[in-house]
């Protein structure tokens, strides 16, 4: 069965400082991946989506980034933190067929 | 563009009454649909969803949703809710050659009491 790692589960970092949220997925090949965030009392935006190695698409503009260095590990990134950035972030899988996503369990970001 | 309106922020039921969450989307072509629901701090677990064929689907907890074409709407009910379903529903839309991506509505927080 296929699982997904999402961590740190929750994380408490300065403004100004680096950022490395990772996930990770089991038991598929080749999935696309996603990196949600939720803010509080709002839905989910959709942040990058990535149909392969190193193919990244970024839905908003803003002040982080994505990778994907190898097929099931996506990663979210930034050098330097906002306030803005706090919030829930969550990671997702589909398969490529375009069926319904499958979500970690997030972190919690908060920025001080 | 795609779009999903929960006009419902906030609902509150007593357990053991029936459940509707309202669902209405924007979408140019033939959507896929879901229902999602989320446990405070927790990620997003799929209750159902909708892709062709049978308009009324069946989910797990005892969830089922109805999608209505004309009234481009995709409403999740259970006929007696348990104390256990308080959390928040999120609908969401996709489809065609959206590679998976899912536009979400802002949700629905239940609240359920004894």
């Known amino acids: 069965s296929q699982t997904i790692h999402q961590w740190p589960a929750t994380l408490v970092q300065p403004v100004g400082s680096p950022l490395s949220l990772e996930c990770t997925v089991e038991g598929t090949s080749n999935p696309n991946l996603y990196w949600y965030r939720q803010a509080a009392g709002r839905g989910l935006q959709l942040l990058f989506y990535?149909?392969?190695?190193?193919?990244i698409s970024s839905e908003v503009p803003q002040n982080l980034s994505a990778s994907r260095p190898q097929d099931r590990q996506f990663i979210l990134s930034s050098k330097k933190l906002l306030l803005s950035d706090s919030g829930f972030y969550l990671c997702?899988?589909?398969?490529?067929?375009?069926?319904?996503?499958?979500f970690g369990q997030g972190t919690r970001l908060t920025v001080v | 563009a795609q779009s999903v309106t929960q006009p419902d922020i906030h609902i509150t039921v007593s357990e053991g009454a029936s459940l509707e969450l309202r669902c209405n989307y924007s979408?140019?072509?033939?959507?896929?649909l879901f229902w999602y629901v989320q446990s405070p701090g927790q990620g997003l677990q799929l209750l159902l969803k909708y892709f062709s064929g049978d308009t009324l689907v069946q989910g797990i907890k005892g969830f089922e949703a109805e999608f209505k074409r004309s009234q481009s709407s995709f409403n999740l009910r259970k006929p007696s809710v348990h104390w256990s379903d308080a959390a928040e529903y999120f609908c969401a839309v996709g489809g065609g050659t959206s590679y998976g991506k899912l536009t979400f509505g802002q949700g629905t927080i239940l609240t359920v009491h004894p």
């Open positions: 990535s149909v392969g190695i190193g193919q």
């Open positions: 997702a899988w589909s398969r490529q067929e375009n069926t319904e996503a499958f």
């Open positions: 979408y140019g072509a033939t959507p896929y």
